[in-house]
């Protein structure tokens, strides 16, 4: 069955994979997570990639791996995935395969549910030596693809929910993850909470009332602020009661630009994440634009702020975009949304902080509506994309 996933058109800064090295080896850290004796025939064993972009990874974990687990009952699954992601894997399978730290910049060959890496490519085809395959690709069929029980079919749709199935018109469907959130989420396979010792570990490590902040630094798509905007934050956050720390994965986040700000991104143990989990567990809140490191918080129940584009969040029309989908399933807590474009905001900085202000004001009051902030481009469109959108989802 064709298989057709998101192929983002804007021009973008993902490195041209004709020009990627091709690896002599890959080395792989193997977590066991429990004491199942693996089975000698291959076709026992059933190895999952987990090779995509965070968003689409928690999408994975809490969905998506679970339904594909369903369907191999008694298998042994192995997860094969990235550097440091080992506890969102903990509860769900027999064995985690962590890829080395140094070829996390393979992460910058992904895109939503899939890459185009050769290296990645090549991984998923020798692990086939182990056991059966399920490339990182087809975790994204769920989210973006229904199914009906009746004649087979398998079609794209994940806009909204479908009643019928497109071929022999069946109700007897079962649908996208994407097209249907509000109904899965009741569903999700939540990643278990970090445990007692590593929560009483992390309230010894902020200072109350924290309040996390994950400063993209990635090169695929760009997208960054500046350290400068962070040093206002951080004074403005500061000035508002709060005891900023500063989170994230090294790979992907810039380094703290104020010096007495607890940079836990640099520490040795920010490669535990469940000691990430728990130090935003002990936070009012996180900040982040235009990220979607917002799914640590999501995934607490800690409640976040995020600056994103209306294209990505109101996917409504012919935009491929899916993150409103994406955190419609794994925010379990309350969701501060800022609509706001990257280029005129990196040109109005202190008109973001303004907002960041208004946003974080109207939390500390529970309001957590949506904010059009004026560095969309046009106001009057993105407030019809919203209606149109929250239209079609409901
Ligand atoms: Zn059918």
Redesign the pocket.
Known sequence: MPLALYNPKQSDTHPNHKDEKVLESAKFTVYKFNSRIKPIRKDRILIIGCFSEFGCETVGVTYAIPRLIKRFPGMYIIAMGWYGRDYLYRNLVDEFWEIDANLMNLRNYTFAFHHKSINLRHIEECASKHGTVVPTEVLGKYAVGNT??????FWNEWRKTTKN??????T??VNSLFGSAEKYRKTAKRIPFPSKDKFEWAKNVVTEPAVAIFARGRKTYGRNLTPEFYVKLIQMVRKMGYHPIWMGEKQSTQPCPVPDVFDFSRCEESRDLEKTFAIVQNCKFTIQYWTASSRIAGLMGVPFLLFESPEQIYCSGFGPAQEGRRLELTSFGEKKVCLAHYLKSVKEQDKLLYYTKEAILEMEQGIYTDMITDLVKDQEAVQILKTEYYKMVN
């Open positions: 009906c029980k009746t004649c087979g079919a199935c497109a071929r022999c018109g069946s007897n469907i």
